[in-house]
């Protein structure tokens, strides 16, 4: 009897030890069918990168520096706004206007202080002329309140639809109680623009009184990955959850996302958050990493430069140092395999105007994957 | 008389003004105890064992104990590139935070008293401003 009863204790342990680990399990290809190429290097954290042609590129660091990049040879772009330098924050994404070869208009998300106050700053939307290696016409298309001194959640990537709007998401400021899931607040959203910075008047909460007008979807912890799926259009994301629970989620016009009402995280302590990890009015993610691999940046390869990879999204992890391939099938993700392993924490993904894919990796640069042939 | 009534005033706005900046430990302890979750636990992680080969342990690290001037410049100018903690080769980097000297300092005491660590330096504001970038090569 005490046989059968210690064999069950085992089992029940051992089962509460899988369900720790969200499957399908990282595998590391025993063959590596691709090889590695520093092109850029000298920026500590490479956080944003938008390709002008197949040699040039805009690459923005952290610290406040956006880097015009020709033939891997460096050049600081002038006449950026404030940037408010602290914690996860600073100078973060970079987009190209999808009429950039006529306009010359560029975005950028930055964390700034605008009201001259002493309490700290927030995550803004910038948008500029790039003239040479100057910035002009600068305008702010959106600034998120309150100011705060905390050091993390700012967010954020920019992505456009065919549709002339433009998106960027902005983390919940470290005020998980109040702000994600209140949409008359900043933070923990993803937010919809025109290409003009006007507010589209077909957004989901426009005529809701005292709401955020440029809110499109809420319960967001912390975006810093975003692209475009390049058959159906939709807008791809992933964010950061606490210890557990990174997300990746199809973002659709007023959805909730559930943060922190719903989440397969708990807190870094290890105390719970909640005990619920789903919610009928609160939609579920697409797929969720236990452990945590905290990702950042994210694309599909589309080309047929990495032939097996065609279809595939990746994503980088800050936290294990390495690439994340992930596999989808029938809506589902069946495979994830590690790119890149120990390469670094990767803080950037693109697929550059001639498929190779392009990485930011901190301390390192950018990395481009070349297919062994 | 006047210089005497100058000295006297001088001291006791130096006095003062000690006196309203200076934390005592346990406080400056406690203020710091929040900066390491806001800025440095998803990293360090809430047992300040890091992770071992990709994040330096600040738990029992000899690298902290041993040289906190350094670990005070790490944490004003950054960290980039090699260093030994107990033993183990670490090639990361870390960033400045973009924290002012009395949240280094917090930050600091703190470290140097949590999870079995103890040290009986109390590290001040004024000390953090004197440590340069230099002190990394």
Known sequence: MQ????????????????????????????????????????????????????????VTEISGVLYRVKNGKKTKVNGLPY?????????????????????????????????????GGNTALYSGELEGNNLNNLKLIYKSVPNSKKGEHFGSRIVFDKKGHIYFGIGDRANREKNPQDIRRDGGKIYR?????????????????????AVFSYGHRNPQGMTVHPITGEIWENEHGPKGGDEINIIKKGINYGWPEITYGINYSGTPITNKTEDPTMAQPFYYWIPSIAPSGMAFSTSNIYKKWKGSLFIGSLKFEYLERLMIENNRVVKREKILDKIGRVRNVVEGPDGFLYVGVEGKGIIKIIPKT | MKYLLIIYCSSLLIFSSSLAQEKSKNESILSGSEIYIDFCIRCHLANGEGVKGTIPPLKKSDYLLKSIDKSIAGLKYGLKGKIEVNNIIYDGIMINQGLDNEEIADVMNYILNQWGNESEEIITPSRVSKVSKSILK
């Open chain 1, 83 to 119: 940037i408010y330098r602290r914690g996860q924050g600073g100078l973060l994404d970079v987009a190209l206007h999808p009429d950039f070869k006529k306009n010359n208009i560029i975005y950028l998300t930055l964390a700034t202080n605008t009201e001259g106050d002493s309490k």
């Open chain 1, 193 to 213: 623009f025109n290409l003009d910075g006007s507010i589209p008047k077909d957004n989901p909460f426009f005529n809701k009184k005292g709401a955020k007008k």
């Open chain 1, 3 to 58: 046989k059968i009863i210690s064999a069950f204790l085992f089992l029940f342990l051992s089962s509460i030890g899988c369900a720790q680990n969200n499957p399908p399990f990282i595998e590391t290809p025993l063959k590596k069918d691709y090889t590695y190429e520093i092109i850029i290097d000298g920026i500590d954290v490479p956080w944003g990168m938008a390709f002008l042609s197949n040699n040039e590129l805009l």
